[in-house]
């Protein structure tokens, strides 16, 4: 059997890349960070239904450097200016925001904080294995698009089917383990899928 990792750093592959930290106030730290804006808007939608997140540029912080803070050590940091950004919470799902810095904390070891961590990088993985795959196969001109809007074209090569599935399940189970062998049971039936799973 295929082991597929999801863990990850969440740093950017450039030095000066954007980093994004998904900061719960729920919990008072951040649960994860993400370079690809796109799979970090994402974790914050398909983790709604878990736990609330902010989607914080840790580059505006400016005690920021790369290596300060990643998925191993993302839980030990909060932010500085919480109220500032308290105040914005109704309307802040996917919206990205600047802070003034990083603080440190000792947080003891928090089983409900290390789970938020690991779904954290179950979403980020799962996202950036449909974007890579709709990249490798997504070829439509214009005119496919059109004519998909009342022909029915199969212009997306099956993967929207199960771009739903995985997503889905992302978003409603409880257990990001059994989850993500769910997820790959889903995505062995297709083949560019799973390759660029096996290769991420």
């Not at 082991?3 to 729920?26: K, M, R």
């Not at 599935?165 to 993500?180: G, I, Q, R």
């Amino acid at each position: 059997m295929t082991t597929i990792s999801f863990d990850g750093y969440g740093l950017p592959p450039e030095e000066n890349d954007t980093v994004y930290g998904l900061y719960s106030p729920a919990t008072d730290c951040f649960v994860g960070v993400e370079y690809n804006l796109r799979v970090a808007t994402h974790i914050t939608y398909l983790m709604s239904s878990k736990i609330f997140l902010f989607l914080v540029n840790l580059n505006s912080a400016k005690n920021y450097k790369l290596n300060l803070i990643d998925n191993t050590v993302c839980e030990n940091w909060t932010i500085s200016d919480i109220d500032k950004i308290a105040d914005l919470m109704p309307d802040c799902l996917g919206n990205e925001y600047q802070i003034d810095a990083l603080e440190n904390i000792v947080k003891e070891k928090n089983l409900h904080i290390a789970k938020l961590k690991e779904w954290a990088k179950l979403c980020a993985f799962w996202s950036r294995v449909i974007f890579t795959a709709k990249e490798l196969i997504y070829s439509n001109s214009k005119i496919d698009d059109f004519l998909n809007n009342f022909l029915d074209l199969d212009v997306n090569y099956g993967i929207s089917d199960i771009e739903k599935k995985v997503y889905t399940l992302l978003y409603f189970s409880k257990d990001p383990n059994t989850t993500h062998q769910n997820i790959l049971s889903i995505v062995k039936q297709h083949p560019v899928l799973f390759q660029v799973a096996k290769d991420i």
